[in-house]
């Protein structure tokens, strides 16, 4: 999926205030595709960048890939002695890769990211390098950043990464025409939607779309309610390492809730074979087959694309994920990746790291990058960047994820991101099984609850 790390203390505040979000990329192209764009080579890294070189490895689907490989081509074409060589992989293929290069210390010079807890992992293990001077130098650029952005680029009250590229965060979505069809609006809270399942039910057509083999397509529910339910405090208990923090009443609530809504058939039948890779989920909602889903603001795009006039035509609705009555947490809250982040290599030589800082200045959330967003429809972690999003058709889409992301007093990072890679992969086990109700509430928390602080 494409969506941790900050001082423990400082995770909620960094996450209050401006938005804050990276457009997660799905998988794309099997393969690394090595380019030098621009002048530099391909490379997979080793020296950290040769002499008069940086390297870069990033994901390569596209609209995202393309905005990348512009950027380094700018810089490339105005520094040619100091250029970049960058190397693209696929989704899958890169987590693999960028681990075990940085395990082995070959790992290129700008280490590309979603920040939390994999920045963590380097951080402990002396892999990348503290940028908290350099901001302190450069604090007009980041005063040009939304707040939010830095609390997965910190750890321990020190800055490791570049938050960059767009802020993405998960969103309601619904097929307006099968509301129509059924004389129902859209959800006010927990409640309605329950209703709404039997109504959807009865007329044939599933209630929710959902991708559950991807398993962290399930997560995205269970963020929202533990927070709708309990606050953001619930996870924050996790995230601390707090003793049997999964055991919090608002999180057993919670599972419950979601267990609840799959034995009602609230789900699409086979939901647990389904990817969200292929966006067989998202076409269920485009197609008519289910008329709602909760997903990453990014598959706005893939919609757009691939799913005829459904946008364009005015059918595809969006909102924030509704209340749960009784709950404590802000409805206004929301949850996915904050930014994307650049991290420096420890083991690349020094002119290379040079190269890297002068590319973060002038290229990395610069006027012409985020254009460049924007015209794919996505929204820079940019202060201000609103003002750009015009009177085009994908205007009020960017200013709902804008307004969303900015006014949310909590923009809580992905789970699988913000917790360590070992608890990471326990989580999203066991959120696969808890869906496939194959174990409870209680056994879900207590299994959790094993590698709290790991």
Sequence with gaps: MEPRTTSRRTF????????????????GSSGPTQTGA????????GTGGGAGKATYWYLSVEPNEGVRRRAVERFNKANPNSTIATTTLQNDAFKTKIKTAIGAGEAPTIIWGWGGGGLRSYVQAGQVDDLTSWFDQNAAYKDRLFPSSFGAATVDGKIYAVPVEAVTPIVFFYNKKLFDKIGAQPPQEWGDMMDLVKKFNAAGIAPFSLGGQSRWTNMMWLEFLFDRIGGPEVFQAIYDGEKDAWNNPAAIDGLTKIQELIKANGFVKGFSSITADSNADQALLYTGKAAMMVHGGW???????????????????????????????DPGNTVGNPAQYMSISSKATPEAKEIAKKYFLEEMNSDAQSKDWVSITQVPIVKGIDAQFGSSKEGPWQKFVYDTASNAKSFQQSW?????????????????????LSISPQQFATNLNEVIGK
Excluded: H
């Design 416 to 436: 699988d991101q913000a917790l360590s890679p070992t608890a990471a992969e326990v989580l999203l086990d066991n959120i696969a099984k808890l869906f496939q």
């Design 38 to 45: 621009g002048g530099g080579t391909g490379s997979t890294g």
């Design 299 to 329: 598959t706005y795009g893939s919609m757009n694309t691939d799913g005829g006039d459904f946008v364009s035509g005015g059918s595809l609705g969006y909102m924030n994920f509704p209340p749960v009555q009784g709950g404590k947490g």
């Design 12 to 27: 909620l505040s960094l996450s209050m205030g401006l938005p804050l979000g990276a457009a997660l990329a799905a998988c």
